[in-house]
């Protein structure tokens, strides 16, 4: 996924949480901290290329997303097909937005809400 963009949406979804006192700021800071890390050590960075801003454009076309969204999951949709090309297990797209769950799961994209499991 788009790297910068992943570290932006993850880290305001955290804020936000912290602002609604859902989580405090502590624990904000330390989930930034270790999602910041994982980023770095665990996650494979995926430029952003034209192919994925076309396939984005057409998404959005098809479904009520934000443009970051949109972006989202058009690059996941693009790992997903080369790693089932390669004989590798799908991808399994995260996000709490049902909406966007909705639509991952209509590119035909395994799609799960992590809230719903903790």
Known sequence: ???FQTQAEVTSALARRAREGVITLNERNELIQTFQ???ATRYRIVPTQPRIID???ELIQRHPLRA???V???SASIVNQSLIAHGLPPL???TV???LIAATRAEAVAAENPSLHA
């Open 72 to 74: 989202q999951l058009a």
């Open 37 to 39: 890390a994982h980023c």
């Open 92 to 94: 399994i797209f995260l």
């Open 97 to 99: 937005d049902d909406r």
């Open 1 to 3: 996924m788009p790297f």
């Open 55 to 57: 396939l984005a454009v």
């Open 68 to 70: 970051y969204d949109a």
